[in-house]
């Protein structure tokens, strides 16, 4: 009886079966097609993106004028900037403008709007999709080609204006007003907030505003309480994106300045500069430092805005 039991020796303990090995050697061949498959996604991650990005930060600290080789100059190019660049700083100062005014503005319409679609008109469908056309259309070259027709000494506006007697400015070419010009063409790209703002107003439940109008609760009310409040996520989620958008924001100012950043620099966008000085003045080195600064700005103004958000946007019971 006991010469009939087997007893499991370490080494017997740990001999794969068969089906082990197949099952191995099947995980094996799975794992090398799943990385043949992924090559060329990782080639391209390593030589489109990964490597540009360290080989422009290595170009931000030197000399680079794509015709001559690279002279290593530390930290110059970024002491420069905010010593010794006047035009520098005004992009800096003319983009700092344009996302606080626009982003605002931007949000605040495309919020009305979800506001009035959401109350179950007819055709909403159809609404939805021409409201959204801005945001495809606001960032080509056609729009800020009719943008400066439109508001050009003898364009649209003025046009109308006319009609009441007044004789309005040339108002890209009026450094008072050419800024202005550029804040409106961004408001009018409401589109895709104002989709994402409309799917977040059709989440929140009904019965809470039935409870508060039951309540005795007013639009005004119910909105303050229960829809803003509600919507905050959402309101940071468009807050976010949009600031990036903004920073990065080029087409308009090119087109409707004719690629200068006049008059009198008051349309110099942060990116419109830094194309100037890459591939207009062939500073390479220095573009490239201005790239990394705005890297760092975009990147610190996305922290703040999550720090704070703590304070202000509610996810369910929290804060």
């Known amino acids: 009886m006991a010469d009939s039991v087997a007893v499991k020796t370490p080494e017997t303990a740990i001999q794969p079966t068969p089906g082990g090995r197949r099952s191995s050697l099947r995980a094996r061949r799975e794992a090398r097609a799943a990385y043949l498959f992924l090559a060329p996604w990782f080639v391209g991650l390593l030589v489109i993106t990964i490597g540009p990005i360290f080989a422009s930060l290595y170009l ?173 996520p959402i309101i940071f989620f468009n807050l976010v994106l949009e600031v990036i958008k903004s920073f990065q924001s080029f087409t308009q100012a090119f087109i409707v300045s004719g690629g200068k950043g006049g008059p009198a620099d008051s349309t110099l966008f942060y990116t419109l500069y830094l194309y100037l000085k890459g591939f207009k003045s062939f500073d390479m080195g220095y573009a490239a430092a201005m790239a990394w600064v705005l890297l760092l700005i975009i990147a610190a103004l996305t922290g703040v805005n999550f720090l704070a958000s703590k304070y202000w946007v509610f996810y369910g019971d929290t804060k």
């Open 60 to 232: 931000s600290f030197t000399d680079y004028s794509l015709l001559q080789e690279a002279k290593w100059v530390g930290f110059d190019n970024y002491v420069k900037m905010f010593t010794d660049d006047p035009r520098f700083l005004a992009s800096l100062k003319v983009t700092t403008i344009y996302v606080v005014v626009s982003v605002p503005l931007q949000l605040a319409f495309a919020l009305a709007l979800a506001l009035v679609l959401d109350r179950g008109l007819r055709g909403l469908s159809f609404y939805r999709s021409i409201f959204y056309l801005p945001s495809l259309l606001g960032g080509s070259v056609a729009i800020a080609i009719l943008w400066r027709k439109v508001f050009g000494a003898d364009g649209l506006v003025n046009a109308v204006l006319s009609i009441f007697g007044i004789q309005g400015p040339g108002w890209i070419g009026d450094p008072d007003t050419a800024l202005g010009t550029l804040i409106l063409l961004h408001v009018w790209t409401f589109g895709a907030p104002m989709i994402i703002f409309l799917a977040g107003l059709r989440q929140i439940p009904s019965s809470y505003y039935e409870a508060a109008a039951v309540d005795g609760a007013g639009s005004l009310r119910q909105f303050r309480s229960i829809t803003l409040p509600l919507l905050t």
